[in-house]
């Protein structure tokens, strides 16, 4: 990475502290990071912590004198490999999306020509308002990449959609986009993501702990590097990815048809949905009430989506996961084999801060030839694009 400059525009959030750990991570990768503040950004953080981190000029200010570019918004547009916003308040969003250019940071963007991220950070209400999602999908549709929001606790107190993604999963999306790795182009993807909901009564459902969030960063991962994606995704609170047709599902049947609609017409399938294995035979009409000491309830089988598309014609790459508590590798090996799969994802889900729920995963992928790759623990990003390397192998193959 040395020889790349990013340009980090820092705005008015109490984020904003965090954008200090994405400038260290990307100094350490030998990249030179230029930092601009917005005025809103100096009430949070200062000029100082970031010129002690990148050991670089900051700049605050269109009109600084004694900067060392001769125009800063001029010379950083044209220098710059890749500006990123993080974060990313809904004011400069919305400036950017109207091509306001007031102050250092959105002159620059305007000027540029270089790839731009953006990491919005915010109060839910304001990220659910109709004038900033418009603003976001005008920007997606200039070619922005957007990284989060997540939902989670919020400044103000809150839980909801609008938290700051991980520093780390930022710097993982900037790297791959300074690669520019557009090795999927033309590529129909279809990824299932979240954890499938069985309703018992109106009320009641059977469900489990999958968050979607491996699905999402696959599908965000596969959308940067040039694929035609499609989410079907069980209930999650994650926030819709952009330029990603989302199919929203909540039971193993509804996922079952929805992928047999869309299977003949795709390259590859990932399954990455926890998929229910038993549903109650019969939903009931009204709550149940409690009544007696036990309750029994009677479950069937629901489809296996992924074991069904074994016999599809034209055969797409299908890539499956599996969650294992125990004998990890050989229950991996045997879903393998009977869901004739290209390559299966393990993940031993007893790993402290791994799998379900978390940020961060690790994982062993085999392919069909019984090879093995292990990973390290990695963010849920950086584990897509080590699963996309790989497909994009077996489609060179
Ligand atoms: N899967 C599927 N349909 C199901 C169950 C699972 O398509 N009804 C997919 C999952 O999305 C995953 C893979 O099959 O990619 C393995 O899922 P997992 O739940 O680990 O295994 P199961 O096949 O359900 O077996 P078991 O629950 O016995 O471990």
């Known amino acids: 990475m040395s020889n790349k400059i990013v340009v980090l525009g820092v705005t008015g959030s109490i984020a904003a502290y965090k954008a200090v750990d994405v400038a260290s991570q990307l100094t350490q990768k030998g990249i030179d990071v230029e930092v601009i503040l917005t005025k809103a950004a100096t009430q949070f953080v200062t000029p100082l912590t970031f010129r002690s981190i990148t050991a670089r000029p900051v700049v605050t200010d269109m009109f600084q004198l004694a900067s060392p570019f001769s125009i800063e918004h001029v010379a950083l547009a044209e220098a710059a490999d890749l500006i990123a916003i993080a974060p990313a308040t809904a004011n400069i969003?919305?400036?950017l999306a109207n091509g306001i250019a007031d102050d250092s940071l959105t002159c620059t963007v305007l000027a540029t020509a270089a790839p731009v991220v953006i990491a919005p950070a915010m109060h839910t209400g304001m990220y659910n308002n109709p004038v900033t999602q418009l603003n976001?999908?005008?920007?997606?549709?200039?070619?922005?990449?957007?990284?989060?929001?997540?939902?989670?606790?919020l400044a103000s107190g809150g839980i909801g959609l609008g938290r700051f993604a991980p520093p780390d999963e930022i710097v993982t999306t900037i790297c791959h986009l300074l690669d520019r790795k557009k090795d999927l182009i033309g590529k129909e993807v279809i990824i299932t993501a979240g954890g499938t909901q069985e309703a018992i009564d109106p009320v009641r459902y059977i469900g489990n702990r999958s968050s979607g969030k491996m699905g999402y960063a696959l599908a965000a991962a596969a959308r940067d590097?040039?694929?035609?994606?499609?989410?079907?995704?069980?209930?999650?609170?994650?926030?819709?990815?952009?330029?990603?047709?989302?199919?929203?599902?909540?039971?193993?049947?509804?996922?079952?048809?929805?992928?047999?609609?869309?299977?003949?017409?795709v390259d590859i399938l990932i399954m990455a949905a926890a998929v229910a294995d038993y549903r109650p035979v019969k939903m009931q009409k009204e709550k149940v009430k409690k009544a007696d000491q036990r309750w029994d309830l009677t479950l069937e089988r629901t489809p296996d989506i992924l074991a069904e598309t074994a016999s599809c014609t034209p055969r797409p790459l299908r890539i499956g996961f599996a969650a294992e508590t125990e004998n990890l590798l050989h229950n991996a090996k045997v879903k393998l084999d009977q869901k004739d799969l290209d390559l299966i994802i393990a993940n031993?889900?007893?790993?402290?801060?791994?799998?379900?729920?978390?940020?961060?995963?690790?994982?062993?992928?085999?392919?069909?030839?019984?090879?093995?790759?292990?990973?390290?623990?990695?963010?849920?990003?950086?584990?897509?694009?080590?699963?996309?390397d790989r497909v994009v192998k077996l489609l060179a193959e």
Not at 136 to 153: D, E, V, Y
Not at 226 to 245: D, F, N, Q, W, Y
Not at 363 to 370: H, L
Request: proline content about 4%; aromatic content about 2%.
């Open 93 to 95: 969003i919305a400036k």
């Open 136 to 153: 976001l999908t005008k920007l997606h549709q200039r070619g922005f990449t957007l990284i989060g929001p997540l939902h989670g606790r």
């Open 225 to 265: 590097r040039g694929a035609h994606v499609r989410l079907i995704s069980a209930p999650t609170s994650l926030a819709k990815p952009l330029g990603i047709e989302v199919i929203d599902v909540q039971t193993a049947e509804e996922m079952s048809v929805a992928v047999g609609e869309m299977i003949s017409r």
């Open 348 to 388: 031993d889900i007893t790993i402290a801060g791994s799998g379900f729920g978390a940020d961060q995963n690790q994982v062993v992928i085999i392919d069909r030839t019984g090879c093995i790759e292990e990973l390290p623990l990695l963010n849920k990003t950086d584990v897509a694009q080590r699963i996309l």
